[in-house]
C-alpha cells in the first residue's frame, strides 16, 4: 500500500507542488493543512506516515506544530521545507524531533530522496 | 511538470498575500510600534519568495529575500520601527505587485528598480548591533573535550551541500539512537551554522558493530564519508588546524572553472532532457551527475577564493601618497582582511576600489585648516572594510569628509534637476552615475564624487553587485558594495529579438553573416551560406515572438550543430559580452537550449542558450 503523506504549508501553491511531486512517485496525499495548528489536528486525525511541514506559517508555525506532534507521537517523521538561509531554524527544527529537511527550490529529485531515506 | 497551473497558483496566491499586505501596512502605519503586522508582513514576503524563488524568478525573489530580511530584522529588534520603515515597506509591496505580474508575464525584473532591493536591504544592515547567539545545544550531548568514551567517530558532509551543519546534527541524532555520544566537535553549543567547515567528530560507545554505525550513518543522506578511529586519538584533521597548502598556476583553475562552467550547463540540458523522458533509471543517474557536477563546482569555486588582503594591502602605500600630494592628512583603516572572494572578483574590484579611495582622499576630506575650523580632527579618516554577509561579501569604502553638496549636484543638472526628483540616497547616486554627468569638469570642484562613478558602478553590476551610497553634509560620505563571492564567468555573444535579448557562449560560435531566411524545399528554413544551405532557426519563433515580414535581411550567427552546422536568424546581434552565469533556478517551464540565467550590466537579466539545442527540439517556449 501506498505511504500516507500530509502536506503543510501555507500557500496553496506549494503545497500543489509537493502534492504533484508525491503524488506522481506513488505517494498518497491524504491531507493538507496551511497553519500550524491545522497540522496538529490533521495529524491526530490521520496518523499519515509522513509529514511535510513548512516553517513560516501562520497561527503556530511549523517548529512549534513539530514539537506539538512529537510529543504525542515520538516518532512521527517530519521532513522540514526550508527557504534558503534558514539554518538556524531548521536546527532549531531538528532539535524539536524533525527527522530531515529540504531546502526550497525544491528539486523533486531532492524531495523524493529524502521522503524515500525516511520511510525506508 | 504543467507550469501554466502553477503560474496561476502563483498569481493568485501571490495577490492574495498582497492584498493582506496592504491590509497590514495600514495598520502599521496607523501604529509603528505594533509587532502583528510585522509577523504578518515578514510571513507574507516569506511565502511569496519561496514560489518565486520555486518558479524561477531570480529578480522578484531577491527582492522578496531582502524585504523578508528586512522584515526579520525588525522583528527580531535589530532594526526600529519608523516610518521610514512602513513607507520603504509600502513603495516593495507596491513593485512586488507590479514585479508578480511580469514575471508572470514571461518578464521578470522589467519594472523592477534594483536600486530598491538595495535599499531594503541597507535599512536592514541597520545599526551595528550583535548578532544574536545561534540556538543552544538543547537536547544534544554537552561536549566533553577529551573525556567519554568510544572510538571517535568522524562524519563528513558533502562539499557544497545547503545547510551542511543541520545536515550534521542529523547524523548526531542518528549517533545518538545507537548508544553514547561525547565530546562532540565542533561544539554544537557554540558553533555557528553558516561557519560550519563540513566534518563533524564525536566519540561514540555503542553496542552495535561498527558497520551498522557507518551504515546507519551514511544513511543520513549528504554524508560524503563516515571514518571511526578505534584507537582513542582524536582524528589528527581536526586538532591540526594547520593546512598544507599546494601551489596552483592560476590558468591551470582558470581552465578548470571554464570547463566546469561548461560542464553545467551540459548537466542541466542533460536533466532536462531526462525530465523529458520520465525513465527513473535515467533521472536517477542524472541526478547522481548532477550532485558531483556541483560539488566539483563548488570545490573548484572555493580552490579560487584569496582573502581581500591581497588587494587591501597595495592601497594604504597609494593613499599615503596621494595624501601628501593634494596636502592632507589621511589615516586608513582597513577592516575585514581576512574576508574571501573569488580571485576574479578581487581583481576585478581593484581598480573601482582604488577610485573610490582616491575620491574619498582628494574630494571628500577637507584640507586639515577646514576641517579644524569645523570643529574635526585635522586628520582625516577613510575607512575600507569587508565584511561577510548572508550572501556574498560586503566591502564599504567610507570617509569622514563634507558629504556630496547636493545643492550644487542640483545646479549642475539645471533644468533636469526637477526630473531628478529629491536627490535622497539613492537618487543622488543614479545622478553621479550618469556617464555624462561624472566626466563634467564642473562636478569635480562640487565635490569629486562624479569622477568615474559610472565606470565604477557599471564593474560592479558586470560581475553581479551592487553599490549604495549615504552622504551626510559635513559628516561624510560612504559607498557600501555588494559582491558575490564567487563568479562563473561565459564569454558570450549577445543577440536581440523583439525587446529580449539572449546570449550564446561564444564557444559554440563559429562565424556571423546577414542573409534572408527562406523556406527550403524540405520543409524546414535555411539560409544559404557561402553556397551552402544550412538548416535554420528563427530564434523570433522559438522563443514565442510574431514571425517579421518575410524576405527581410537579418543578421545570423554560425553553430556547430553536431557534425554538421546550423544558422541562427535574430533580429540584431549586440556583441560580446562576458556574462556572469548566476546560480539561478530557470523557470519550470523552460525548454531544455534555455541552459542558465545571468545579469546584464545593466541590470536586466538574459538568457543563456544551448544553440545545438535548439536545433534538437522544434520546442517553442510556451510563456
Redesign the interface.
Known amino acids: 500500500m501506498a505511504h500516507t503523506v500530509l502536506v503543510c504549508d501555507d500557500a496553496i501553491f506549494m503545497r500543489t507542488m509537493i502534492a504533484d511531486i508525491l503524488t506522481q512517485a506513488g505517494y498518497k496525499v491524504v491531507g493538507e493543512a496551511e497553519s500550524g495548528v491545522e497540522a496538529v489536528r490533521r495529524y491526530q486525525e490521520l496518523k499519515p506516515d509522513l509529514v511535510t511541514m513548512d516553517i513560516v506559517m501562520p497561527e503556530m508555525g511549523g517548529i512549534d506544530a513539530v514539537r506539538e506532534i512529537v510529543k504525542m507521537y515520538p516518532d512521527a517523521k517530519i521532513l522540514m521545507c526550508s527557504a534558503m538561509g534558514q539554518q538556524a531554524l531548521v536546527v532549531e527544527a531538528i532539535q524539536a524531533g524533525a527527522k530531515d529537511f529540504v531546502v526550497k527550490p525544491f528539486q523533486p529529485a531532492r524531495v523524493l530522496e529524502a521522503v524515500q531515506r525516511l520511510l525506508s | 511538470?504543467d507550469t501554466s497551473?502553477?503560474a496561476a497558483?502563483?498569481l493568485?496566491?501571490s495577490r492574495e498575500n498582497l492584498q493582506q499586505c496592504d491590509t497590514l501596512l495600514l495598520a502599521w502605519e496607523g501604529d509603528p510600534a505594533r509587532t502583528e503586522p510585522v509577523a504578518?508582513l515578514?510571513?507574507a514576503m516569506?511565502?511569496i519568495?519561496?514560489?518565486a524563488?520555486?518558479m524561477?524568478y531570480a529578480r522578484l525573489t531577491d527582492l522578496t529575500?531582502q524585504a523578508e530580511h528586512l522584515l526579520d530584522s525588525v522583528r527580531a529588534g535589530r532594526v526600529p520601527p519608523s516610518a521610514d520603515l512602513v513607507a520603504l515597506m509600502f513603495e516593495v509591496v507596491d513593485a512586488i505587485g507590479a514585479g508578480v505580474d511580469d514575471a508572470v508575464a514571461g518578464a521578470d525584473g522589467q519594472r523592477l528598480d534594483p536600486v530598491l532591493a538595495v535599499r531594503v536591504a541597507e535599512m536592514a544592515s541597520g545599526p551595528a548591533v550583535k548578532p544574536v547567539a545561534?540556538?543552544g545545544g538543547?537536547?544534544?550531548a554537552e561536549p566533553q573535550p577529551g573525556a567519554g568514551a568510544g572510538p571517535w567517530v568522524t562524519v563528513t558532509i558533502r562539499a557544497g551541500v545547503?545547510?551542511g551543519?543541520?545536515r550534521a546534527?542529523?547524523a548526531l541524532?542518528r549517533a545518538e539512537e545507537l548508544g553514547t555520544v561525547s565530546a562532540v566537535t565542533p561544539d554544537p553549543a557554540g558553533i555557528e551554522?553558516?561557519k560550519f567547515a563540513g566534518k563533524l567528530a564525536f566519540r561514540l560507545e555503542s553496542a552495535e558493530p561498527m558497520e551498522v554505525v557507518r551504515a546507519a550513518l551514511m544513511?543520513?543522506?549528504d554524508v560524503a564519508e563516515v571514518t571511526v578511529e578505534d584507537d582513542g586519538n582524536r582524528p589528527a584533521e581536526l586538532s591540526a588546524r594547520s593546512r598544507p597548502d599546494v601551489r596552483v598556476a592560476r590558468e591551470h583553475l582558470d581552465r578548470l572553472m571554464g570547463e566546469v562552467g561548461e560542464l553545467v550547463v551540459a548537466r542541466n540540458r542533460l536533466a532536462q532532457m531526462a525530465d523529458e523522458r520520465r525513465d527513473p533509471g535515467l533521472?536517477e543517474a542524472v541526478?547522481a551527475l548532477?550532485r558531483l557536477t556541483d560539488q566539483v563546482h563548488e570545490g573548484v569555486l572555493q580552490a579560487r577564493m584569496a582573502p581581500v588582503s591581497e588587494v587591501f594591502d597595495r592601497f594604504p602605500r597609494a593613499i599615503r601618497d596621494l595624501a601628501r600630494q593634494v596636502g592632507k592628512q589621511v589615516r586608513l583603516e582597513v577592516t575585514g582582511r581576512e574576508v574571501e572572494l573569488d580571485r576574479s572578483v578581487l581583481e576585478l574590484i581593484q581598480d573601482p576600489l582604488l577610485h573610490l579611495l582616491r575620491n574619498a582622499v582628494d574630494h571628500g576630506l577637507e584640507d586639515p585648516a577646514t576641517r579644524t575650523a569645523a570643529g574635526k580632527p585635522a586628520e582625516g579618516l577613510v575607512r575600507l572594510g569587508a565584511q561577510r554577509q548572508?550572501?556574498g561579501v560586503m566591502i564599504t569604502v567610507a570617509d569622514d569628509g563634507r558629504g556630496v553638496d547636493r545643492d550644487r549636484v542640483r545646479k549642475r543638472l539645471g533644468e533636469a534637476a526637477a526630473a531628478a526628483g529629491d536627490l535622497d540616497d539613492a537618487g543622488l547616486l543614479a545622478v553621479l552615475a550618469r556617464p555624462g554627468f561624472s566626466t563634467a569638469e564642473a562636478v569635480t570642484s562640487v565635490s569629486g564624487r562624479g569622477v568615474g562613478i559610472d565606470v565604477v558602478l557599471t564593474r560592479i553590476r558586470e560581475i553581479g553587485g551592487g553599490i549604495t551610497l549615504r552622504s551626510t553634509p559635513g559628516e561624510g560620505t560612504s559607498f557600501s558594495i555588494r559582491l558575490p563571492e564567487t563568479m562563473a564567468v561565459v564569454p558570450a555573444l549577445l543577440a536581440r529579438v523583439g525587446s529580449e535579448r539572449y546570449a550564446i557562449p561564444l564557444s559554440r560560435v563559429e562565424e556571423t553573416g546577414r542573409a534572408v531566411l527562406e523556406t527550403n524545399p524540405v520543409g524546414g528554413r535555411a539560409v544559404r551560406f557561402r553556397g551552402e544551405p544550412l538548416p535554420a532557426r528563427d530564434l523570433r519563433a522559438a522563443v514565442g515572438q510574431p514571425a517579421p515580414p518575410g524576405g527581410e535581411v537579418r543578421p545570423f550567427l554560425v553553430v556547430a550543430v553536431g557534425e554538421g552546422r546550423g544558422v541562427i536568424v535574430v533580429d540584431t546581434l549586440l556583441g560580446r559580452q562576458d556574462l556572469v552565469v548566476a546560480a539561478v533556478?530557470l523557470p519550470l517551464g523552460a525548454p531544455g537550449w534555455i541552459t542558465g540565467a545571468a545579469v546584464l550590466p545593466d541590470g536586466m537579466p538574459t538568457f543563456l542558450l544551448d544553440p545545438a539545442g535548439l536545433f534538437q527540439e522544434e520546442v517553442v517556449w510556451q510563456r
Do not use: C, I
Request: charged share 20%; hydrophobic share 35%.
Open positions: 511538470m497551473k502553477y497558483l502563483f493568485s496566491d504578518g515578514f510571513r516569506h511565502s519568495k519561496g514560489m524563488a520555486t524561477g529575500h545561534p540556538p538543547g537536547t544534544l545547503v545547510m551543519w543541520a546534527l542529523l541524532r551554522p553558516d544513511g543520513v543522506g533521472q541526478g548532477s548572508r550572501e533556478e
